[in-house]
């Protein structure tokens, strides 16, 4: 495979963005990170974009998005429904057909104009499940029911992890929730979805992310420390529940294998867990060890913004990576009910 | 580094219909399940499958590839969800195109799917918008001024767009899986139809149908080990513009020039008439049949419809037959509508085509556009390496 | 800028139409019946509800199990407070429920009192809807089994008629938010006065503005621009059926793009006061606008354009649209 790297990132993650539209607050961040590298979006080799019709309650939405791009003349484009760290990895494959050595990648949503927790319940089976409207918080707090019913982990452990994103977000610009809070003011926390306390759950956020990559030298010369992809990769569980284990993913551990994940240390891991159930579904499931820092930015629970998510987490290990505070990183991006599908990226600096 | 060589080993549809009976998971099942068959794959083979489809609002299941990834073989494998408004089709099958291209994949299943009847086309594409005024009345109602503008800029006869729609319905009778088959249809009852969008007559549209294509993409390895005819992919082109902007050329986009001119430079294709056997292109509208004529080279500028009018784009007797199967004029499930185009293209280069094949077709071309005429995805397919 | 946020509500609502297919439609008949229904996979156990394929193998699956009607929790939460959509008007238990005879758990509501009535593994048994139609809420949820419901499964009648396709309805309300520009130009519409916005680069000028010129990949300038409620028509489209989203409108009308006077791009807007046969391309026009006492924030201030009479504007380019600015040879 041919070597290629995040050499440039942006984002913009708030509570709230009303004052401005989808493009309105995308084309600061697109210029950002076209700027960092000092390229044009002509010269770009690729670009390739993330959204959903549904967050935003407009058929074709990207529609309106792509003219922050500045798309005259024309440019090699595609667009993904999903997370934009699936628009990553598209972009990742069209640089190593060779023929192009940069590529730009955008996502965005806004959850706050809707009900995100109703809006995913049309992601569910249709037939069944979808015409109950389970809101997305308590298809994941049966799946937590079960992993304290089998001793996967502790209502403890989940206050840790909680408590622990609240920490690392107070050091975020990003994030949304950075308030501190102790494991024991967690746990006293009444239930919001039992067995998860409001600690537990996502806090939501609009915004977007834009990463630039690049190839080989091209990378060398856009950015000074650029964070390699050693390896990428994404695989789905199957979306029946009832046919799941619930416990753990297996498309994650697939997927970190398939990326190469290996034995070497990871220095920080970026987990797209919205949730502390789903952030301990993941830490097991790629076999992270007491070395590595999970979440240093926060993570997906800090801030939540649906479909940028995914692409922020790898941003954010890049940018970790880029800075010299670490080495090697992984990164990791979801979509569906309790983690169905995962992407996972292995970075490396040089 | 070169890009590995990508070929079709095997395409399958739904019978395109108002209504498709089955479930969702059902119809892409059949379109996927005819795919495999073709290519003599079962889902084991597949590395991943690459899934585009139109608005989610159509269906009212958001990012519907989570249900569907169980449907398709997906559990511990990857699937790709593409949306690029209507050339969605067109897109999924060149990403697909370069999971392979790339080496990351041997073997992969493209799906472009739509099942409109769950709702309506007229729901889905224009929902209600606060504070803004609507007298728009779906594509056709924003295509009209456009095709208006072509008519007048190139004088050509009023009733060109008619023969285009006859031609794609004859066509039609020839393609099993056609939406509509109208066989007593005639010039003067395409003519006759009432006007919807004026210039825009109802004969002159697309249906709204239900429908899935798949297509099973292999690597040169894969494709050599095929036993059965296997459509060589000699480029894949996507391209994307603003669809507002001061000077815009509304009738022959820029982004739709730039693209055809990438696809055509890759598959080494200098004289595009004569060198291309059989196309497979977007037409929503029958106008836009001579409008992409010209805009993807096939005639000069302002020529593309006598192109019509000699007869040159039918299967019967013309050098460069369009839309042998009825294109979207006669089949129109949206996100599948540019994988059929592809699918076709590439059934044509088989010899596979069957009632509507083109003799002897060696290089054949898809073609999908979307947006505000602002989206563009092609391939070249031919039957040799 | 120190307005407040301009928010209008947004309802996204349709009843879906859902052909089913024989495994699902089915299982629904089954639940109209007051009979649940299983799939049996190619290992012999059996998944409810069924699926037309295996979801993990993906092979096809077609042989419908009758199950009982009691079963065991697997895995529960509590929703204290139903939401908007839920088809439960009591909070209640989100569950997971594997039916005796089956193999594999399905989601549905438990109604108890509180979350303390819940546990895994607690047996429980279906509460049938009253009226049933052949949908999963024909099982209008689960109790607490008592000890002496055996929940045996039940029997299909002969001679059935089969569920072909179920309605399911999607409701979702969002609060729209126009943005910076767009903001902008519907408060001066309120005042009968139209704002376009200006690339920062080209200078061209877009109504109703966008926030960005996607000419320049830039935002455009903060100031926006008055323009005239006068301009030309660019092209258009004369509608000659009636559409769903204007019922007010009756047929034949004109929809054409306008460029306003000073504006480089055309918006579409509604011809009025003209002979469809009569409109051209290049007619100059101008606005119709709602009486000053209606106005509101809304581009429906403008309720259509009507020709000035004055001669019309000459297009030497039919294949661009907009203001082509001298020596812009792209």
Partial sequence: ?350 | MGKERAAVLGVGQTKYDTTYPGSMAGMLREAATNALEMSGKCWDDIDAVIMGKAPDFFEGVMMPEVYLAEALGCVGKPIMRVHTAGSVGGSTACVATSMIQSGVHETVLTIGWEKQSESNAMWALSLPQPFATSVNAGAGGYFSPIIRRYMMMTEAPELIGCMVALKDRKHALNNPYAHLHQPELTFEQVVESPMLWDPIRYSETCPSSDGACAIVLGSEKVAEAHDGPVAWIKGIAMRSESGSFAGRNMVSPAASEACADDVFAQAGIHDRRKEIDAVEMYVPFSWYEPMWLESLGFAEKGQGWKMVEEGATSIDGGDLPVNCSGGVLSSNPIGASGMIRFGEAALQVMGLAGDHQVDGAKTAVGHAYGGAAQYYAMWVVGADK | MADEVLTAPLVLEYPFTRTTGPVIGGFLTGLREGVIHGVRRSDGTVMCPPLEYDPITSAPLSELVAVGTVGTVTTWTWNGEPRAQQPFTQPFAWAMITLDGADTPMLHAVFVDSADDMATGMRVEVVWRDKREGHIIDIAGFIPAVASTTGEPGAMPGDVEQIQSVRTSIRMEYTYTPGRALSQYLRAMKDKRILGDTCPETGEVSVPPRGVSSVAGKPTLPELVDLPDTGYIESFNITRVPIKMRPDLTPPYVSAWIVLDGASVGFMGLGMNVEPEDVRVGMRVRAVWKPDDELEMSAQNILGWEPTGEPDEVITDYARVGRIEQGDDQ
């Fill in chain 1, 1 to 350: 495979m041919r070597d290629v790297a995040v050499v440039a990132f942006s984002q913009r993650q708030e509570a709230m963005i009303n004052t401005e539209s989808e493009v309105e607050f995308m084309v600061p961040l697109m210029n950002e990170a076209k700027d960092a590298v000092g390229l044009t979006q002509q010269e770009m080799g690729f670009t390739c974009s993330g959204s959903s019709d549904f967050l935003a309650g407009q058929a074709f939405s990207f529609v309106m998005t792509i003219d922050g791009t500045g798309p005259v003349p024309p440019i090699s484009e595609s667009h993904v429904e999903q997370d934009g760290a699936w628009a990553l990895y598209e972009a990742w494959v069209k640089l190593q057909c060779g023929d192009i050595d940069t590529a730009f990648v955008y996502s965005y949503g806004k959850s706050s104009p809707g009900s995100l927790r109703d809006v995913l319940a049309t992601q569910m089976d249709p037939y069944y499940v979808a015409p109950l409207w389970p809101d997305a918080f308590a298809i994941e707090a049966m799946a937590a029911r079960q992993m304290l019913d089998q001793g996967v982990v502790s209502e403890q452990q989940l206050a840790e992890i909680a408590s622990r994103s609240r920490a690392h977000a107070a050091s975020n610009p990003h994030a949304v929730r950075t308030a501190p809070k102790s494991v024991d003011e967690i746990l006293a926390e009444d239930y919001a979805m039992a067995p998860l306390r409001p600690s537990d759950l996502p806090a939501s956020s609009d915004g977007g992310a834009v990463i630039v990559l690049a190839a080989d030298d091209k990378a060398r010369e856009l950015c000074d420390r650029p964070a390699w992809i050693r390896g990428i990769d994404h695989r789905s569980d199957a979306h029946t529940l009832g046919v799941r284990d619930l416990t753990t993913s297996m498309s994650a551990r697939i997927a970190a294998e398939k990326a190469g994940i290996g034995n070497d240390k990871i220095d920080i891991a970026e987990l797209h867990a919205p949730f502390s159930s789903s952030e301990a579904v993941l830490t097991k499931a790629l076999g992270l060890g007491g070395d590595t820092v999970i979440n240093p930015s926060g993570g997906a629970q800090a801030a939540h913004t649906m479909m940028a998510s995914g692409l922020i987490r790898i941003g954010e290990a890049a940018q970790r990576i880029s800075c010299g505070d670490a080495d090697r990183a992984v990164a990791t991006a979801a979509s569906g009910p309790c983690l169905q599908q995962n992407l996972v990226a292995v970075l490396e600096g040089e």
